[in-house]
T-cell receptor, first 112, second 114 residues
């Protein structure tokens, strides 16, 4: 099983560039989330979705957009990248019944 | 709001030593509690969980007991191995507002030396 797939694995951007981090899951999970992981800060929730067409903000949403047009996909958009967005980004999915998060392998983003 | 507090790391142990990583929580409801593990270069994966008071979650020699009276969920292992070196995250999920998106602690790095 593929589980949660994130692409790309690595990305380098220049300040002001835009890009989309892709996330797809094949487990038919209702919930999907995006986190960023920074040294000493643990995991911080950026945005999440409880179903197709429904999204909500997490702890650190500024500078990021999301949409959920299908159950499988939950892309994260950086509209104008800033050095403060240098981080490792994780996508996760879950079903409320099992209440277990399944994580992708992460995208390592550097903004110069 | 909900919060999870973990002991700061890194925790450095020799192989076969006893491990305890402390975790305490604050929640408005009756949460489920989790330990996730992150091996180098990977995403997090579930290690164990407990859904109600006095439940004990266990997996791969790790154990944690849901203590409602002390709002704690400490992770223990009797004899650690080098392969246990990873970052460990305590988390809770209580369905607040109809969402089961979990709240994570900051993580505790474990380094096991041969």
């Amino acid at each position: 099983n593929a589980g949660v797939t994130q692409t790309p694995k690595f990305q380098v951007l220049k300040t002001g560039q835009s890009m989309t981090l892709q996330c797809a899951q094949d487990m038919n999970h209702e919930y999907m989330s995006w986190y960023r992981q920074d040294p000493g800060m643990g995991l911080r929730l950026i945005h999440y979705s409880v179903g197709a067409g429904i999204t909500d903000q997490g702890e650190v949403p500024n500078g990021y957009n999301v949409s959920r047009s299908t159950t499988e996909d939950f892309p994260l958009r950086l509209l104008s990248a800033a050095p403060s967005q240098t981080s490792v980004y994780f996508c996760a999915s879950s079903s409320p019944k099992a209440n277990i998060q399944y994580f992708g392998a992460g995208t390592r983003l550097s903004v110069l | 709001g909900d919060s999870v507090t973990q002991m700061e790391g890194p925790v450095t142990l020799s192989e076969e030593a006893f491990l305890t990583i402390n975790c305490t929580y604050t929640a408005t409801g009756y949460p489920s509690l989790f330990w996730y593990v992150q091996y180098p270069g990977e995403g997090l994966q579930l290690l164990l969980k407990a859904t109600k008071a006095d439940d004990k979650g266990s997996n791969k020699g790790f154990e944690a007991t849901y203590r409602k009276e002390t709002t704690s969920f400490h992770l223990e292992k009797g004899s650690v191995q080098v392969s246990d070196s990873a970052v460990y995250f305590c988390a809770l999920s209580d369905g607040t507002g109809g969402s089961y998106i979990p709240t994570f602690g900051r993580g505790t790095s474990l380094i096991v030396h041969p």
